[in-house]
């Protein structure tokens, strides 16, 4: 099949091609690897002073196109909308793919209308807890591109059933999940891991990686160490990844923050300590999440703990002691404790992304055949156009 993968550019603190990272990267390499054409065009929400090649490039197969929104975003999306479909009109997709967050969705539904051919949707989190759904008809918008779309994948089964009981989908739903590189979590040896970070090898280490925020559960995790450190002086917290400025990381010699570290070297953070930490709070994009953190930590063995929000009892049902009150610095403290006293690992097999990229592959396969099958039918009825 030809396939139009739409997504943008920036997200979880990197750049999706210069950093090669993340779901909305592995989709369409795996989509690749299937023998189907994929050009895949992404969009740049901020300028980060790094030109993008707006030619296409080839990597691992994709046939990518990057495009800067520019400063008016209402002017940038409807110029975008333009470019759209003019790269439609030549491919000539057989579906087209709209990922990583509700204007995607939208675009995709749009152009899916205007051309007529089927058009499918990942979403990779809530999107209506996202801000740009705060703008006035976003989120109605939003919702009925879903309801229109052939094929629907979600990040978790939380996700899914919003999807199957409010947005009543007609499509194909189907959770897919967020999944690991191999090559960077796996398991390794912790004294080694620690020197190439340049952390101490004989203290014990507890920590995270990704969005340290607020909105994340991070202040819980700095209360939790205060609290541990009082009476284990050997205990020292390890962050690494995007700073909120609302949230200062205290300057003392038992926090080390690690910057924002190359994907592949936070496979080594997970080895390097000896309790990880997925920190969420309670609200709505922590209800339909799925924290990528969570298989990295079990892929490389790292004993861990996790709020207790969303589809977290569910994965870790038999593990209940690595679960915490959201928001609950004394309960998270206990977990931390019981793990660093009596360390347990959690004995479930993370999925790579060529066993996602397989399962995305088959959605879109369906929801073509699903949609060739009753598009006679479908020829007039209008779609969403707000573009």
């Known amino acids: 099949m030809r396939i139009l993968f739409l997504t943008k550019q920036q997200y979880m603190g990197k750049d999706l091609l210069r950093d090669r990272f993340g779901r909305f990267y592995e989709f369409p390499r795996m989509l690749a690897l299937h023998d189907h054409h994929v050009r895949a065009?992404?969009?740049?929400?901020?300028?980060d002073g790094v030109t993008s090649a707006a030619g296409r490039?080839?990597?691992?197969?994709?046939?990518?196109?990057?495009f800067q929104l520019g400063k008016n975003w209402v002017a940038g999306f409807f110029r975008h909308f333009q470019r759209l479909k003019d790269i439609a009109t030549d491919l000539a997709p057989d579906i087209i793919v709209g990922a990583s967050d509700a204007m995607h969705v939208i675009l995709a539904a749009s152009l899916s209308a205007r051309v007529k051919v089927p058009f499918a949707i990942d979403l990779y989190d809530d999107f209506e807890s996202y801000w740009a759904t705060k703008l006035p008809g976003i989120t109605t918008q939003l919702?009925?591109?879903?309801?229109r779309a052939s094929g629907i994948s979600t990040v978790s089964s939380n996700?899914?059933?919003?999807?199957?009981?409010?947005?009543?989908?007609?499509?194909?739903?189907?959770?897919?999940?967020?999944?690991v590189c191999p090559e960077f979590f796996q398991p390794g040896d912790k004294i080694q891991a620690r020197k190439k970070l340049g952390l101490p090898e004989s203290e014990k280490l507890i920590g995270t990686a990704g969005d340290l925020s607020r909105e994340r559960g991070v202040s819980t995790l700095l209360q939790a160490f205060q609290k541990l450190a009082r009476g284990k002086k050997n205990l020292r917290l390890v962050l690494a990844g995007r700073l909120d400025r609302r949230l200062p990381i205290p300057a003392n010699g038992k926090v080390r923050y690690l910057g924002e570290l190359p994907h592949r070297n936070v496979g080594l953070l997970f080895n390097a300590l000896d309790v990880g930490v997925v920190?969420?709070?309670?609200?709505?994009?922590?209800e339909s999440c799925f924290p990528q953190k969570f298989y990295e930590m079990i892929a490389c063995r790292?004993?861990?703990?996790?709020?207790d929000i969303g589809v977290m009892r569910g994965l870790l049902a038999?593990?209940?002691n690595c679960l915490y009150q959201p928001?609950?610095?004394?309960?998270?403290?206990?977990?931390?404790?019981k793990q660093l006293d009596t360390p347990a690992g959690v004995d479930i097999s993370a999925p790579t992304w060529e066993e996602r990229g397989r399962d995305f592959h088959e959605l879109l396969m369906e929801a073509s055949t699903d949609w060739n099958s009753v598009s006679p039918l479908m020829m007039n009825v209008s779609g969403t156009r707000p573009f």
């Open 327 to 337: 928001e609950n610095a004394d309960c998270l403290a206990d977990a931390i404790e």
């Open 41 to 47: 065009v992404c969009l740049k929400y901020w300028d």
């Open 318 to 320: 038999g593990y209940e």
């Open 143 to 147: 919702r009925r591109a879903v309801l």
């Open 279 to 286: 920190s969420n709070r309670r609200d709505q994009f922590a």
């Open 57 to 66: 490039q080839y990597l691992d197969d994709v046939e990518w196109q990057s």
């Open 302 to 307: 790292l004993p861990m703990v996790a709020a």
């Open 159 to 179: 996700l899914a059933s919003k999807v199957m009981s409010e947005y009543r989908a007609t499509g194909i739903v189907r959770t897919i999940t967020n999944a």
